[in-house]
């Protein structure tokens, strides 16, 4: 792999490392904003340079329209190889390492040349796992997942046909013959996240007992006398395991839970007679854990064991769990549990003793959060904790939903949170001058009929419109790791990603009580005043009472982003002046007219640009202090 490609990869994990800094080295809450604003100019100019890697080296090259050499397929192999991180879930570059993989099987496909194509695909369909994953938590946009899904089966039935007997002995390399085996399997994963439809459910099993049996196929056996056959064999059964998670989301029969709860038990006696040999083929934290939780699972499910046994099984599992690993399988302990034990709970029946243990859970999580170094490992973690945000049970004494998400957008991404506070105090801000100046604009917003009421109800409805404000990018919390791509330019796909968040806010939003309010300003805040562009398309403001909020949101998220140059990798932020003119040019269109008119009165400039300047440094301190004190607090 040339010196370039190197380059690029050492630029992408060093902007991973620098968009999220440690503490360790930060004495106070001054210097951590110092050294945000210095990290994102640095990730600015290694950005720079990733674009004109990706322009002038890496584009060129994957896309020529000659036939690759052996040197380009060894190049980009390596430095697809070299994006991918398995050991922590996730990869430096999951979309680039799809373009790669897809090319290369498009060459291998031309020459004919089964043993690539084989090799390849063999990338390719842990990458669209990841994606797949990754698309399931965006609720609002099933499609999306699905179309990684269908993909990842499409890849399998590649492997499967290749297992046929009549296939398989015309393949003469044992390692694509291994290759062929394990994808098959792990083909079999790509029935996660699938809801009530049986005869996907029958599909999954019948693919299940059909790898299973080859464990004892002497075809196959003599085919590969050197193969892990007992490892292969304890992936099976934990994939059966596995097949029931969520409470049976799946909503498998109880004849098919009860073939997956003596596969769970087979899997038990098969880790345990050997724990040594196991463990040598197990990620990193992946130990009995897993074996005893899913026997507890799959026994309570059957009916083996009561739900008083099984939470006490369980949460003996979770309490023996070491609270500071974030490798794949400490981190799948620490947060399947807690969501398993939700899960559990009556929402509007729980007792004082599930209360103490939803606010446990709930500070917990946080702190696991907080914990964790340097951003890694995040892909596999949103899974989870979107999850649990699904399931949160609001009870009056413990944390609202709306400080659960905002404190996990402070754990994941600090400029998100940070970002989300200021977009509240300048709609606070720009709210309170509206119904000074223009209480008219505001009529029908919680309900006012004249602009006496709106008067009356000044600091309600100044309330409503900051906690609106703060809770406006919450359906950033399932993008997260996308939100991350600051090395180069975002793909197509990854900016339709991005353009779910709107939609994604409002359904978690939505759900509670306490969030629910403010649900259509998350789903409206990124439409123009005049509804001719923005997103979500179907979604028209103009309907919608809560509009002169949505424009007042528009408006302080544009301010925002725009003049950050401490969170954002700008080398600069545009000066308020600047935004006061786009205000002025995009009066009618894309901002609502009065905005432009508040700006031109001294005492709103005056305010906002207090709010830029000197609370934009103060909430960077608050955010230090938090990040701080809940990292500096046991679990």
């Not at 990458?127 to 499609?143: F, K, W």
Request: proline fraction near 3%.
């Amino acid at each position: 792999m040339s010196d370039a490609y190197k380059e690029y990869i050492e630029r992408t994990s060093k902007i991973r490392f620098l968009s999220s800094p440690s503490l360790k080295d930060i004495d106070n809450a001054d210097d951590y904003a110092d050294k945000l604003h210095k990290n994102f100019e640095t990730i600015g100019k290694l950005a720079k340079e990733n674009r004109d890697f990706l322009d002038n080296i890496f584009f060129p090259s994957l896309l020529k329209q000659a036939s690759f050499k052996e040197n380009d397929i060894n190049q980009l192999s390596s430095f697809s190889d070299s994006l991918i991180n398995p050991e922590a879930g996730e990869s430096l570059d999951l979309p680039i390492v799809s373009m790669i993989s897809d090319r290369l099987i498009s060459h291998a496909k031309d020459l004919g040349d089964i043993y690539q194509e084989i090799k390849q695909e063999d990338v390719q369909i842990g990458v669209i796992y990841d994606l797949m994953n990754m698309t399931l938590r965006l609720t609002a946009y099933p499609e999306i997942s699905n179309y990684y899904r269908e993909l990842g089966f499409k890849i399998g039935e590649f492997y499967f046909n290749l297992l046929k007997k009549e296939n398989f002995e015309r393949i003469e390399d044992d390692e694509c013959r291994e290759i062929i085996i394990t994808n098959a399997r792990f083909s079999i994963a790509f029935y996660e996240g699938i809801e009530n439809e049986p005869q996907k459910n029958k599909e999954q099993l019948e693919k299940l007992l059909y790898m299973l049996d080859l464990e004892n196929d002497p075809f196959y056996k003599k085919m590969l006398p050197n193969y892990e056959w007992l490892y292969h064999k304890y992936r099976v059964l934990q994939y059966f395991s596995m097949a029931t998670e969520k409470q049976n989301s799946a909503g498998f029969t109880k004849e098919q839970i009860e073939l997956v709860c003596q596969k769970s038990e087979e899997l038990s006696k098969l880790y345990y007679s050997n724990k040594e040999y196991y463990k040598e083929f197990l990620q990193s934290g992946e130990t009995e854990a897993f074996c005893d939780f899913y026997l507890a699972h799959n026994q309570f499910l059957s009916g083996k064991i009561n739900k008083e046994a099984y939470v006490k099984l369980i949460t003996n599992i979770y309490n023996n769990a070491d609270r500071k690993d974030y490798c794949f399988g400490a981190s799948y302990i620490n947060l399947q549990i807690p969501l398993e034990l939700l899960l559990l709970i009556d929402k509007n029946n729980y007792t004082m003793k599930e209360q103490t243990l939803i606010q446990t859970i709930y500070k917990n999580l946080l702190s696991y959060a907080f914990h964790m170094p340097n951003g890694e490992s995040i892909s596999p973690m949103l899974e989870y904790y979107c999850n649990i945000i699904d399931e949160f049970v609001e009870e009056p004494s413990g944390y609202t939903c709306e400080q659960m998400m905002l404190n996990y957008l402070a754990a994941f991404h600090p400029p998100t949170y940070v970002h989300s506070i200021m977009v509240g105090l300048i709609t606070e801000c720009l709210c309170r001058h509206l119904i000074h100046r223009k209480p008219e604009i505001l009529k029908g917003v919680l309900n006012c009929n004249s602009v006496e009421e709106v008067q009356e109800r000044h600091d309600e409805i100044i309330s409503f419109s900051y906690h609106s404000a703060i809770c406006h990018d919450v359906g950033k919390i399932s993008i997260i790791d996308t939100i991350f791509v600051y090395g180069r330019k975002l793909l197509d796909m990854e900016f339709d990603l991005i353009k779910t968040h709107p939609k994604t806010g409002y359904n978690l939003l939505k759900k509670y009580a306490s969030t629910r309010p403010y649900a259509e300003v998350a789903l409206g805040h990124h439409k123009w005043y005049d509804n001719s562009r923005g997103y979500p398309e179907d979604f028209d403001t103009s309907k919608s009472p809560l509009k002169p909020i949505m424009d007042l949101v528009l408006c302080a998220d544009c301010l925002d982003a725009a003049t950050d140059s401490v969170g954002r990798s700008y080398n600069s932020g545009k000066h308020l002046d600047d935004l006061i003119r786009e205000l002025k040019e995009g009066s009618g269109t894309r901002y609502a007219p009065w905005l432009a008119e508040l700006f031109e009165l001294p005492e709103v400039y005056a305010d906002i640009e207090f709010i830029l300047s000197n609370s934009r440094k103060q909430t960077y301190r608050d955010t230090f202090f938090l990040l701080r004190d809940m990292q500096e607090s046991d679990i």
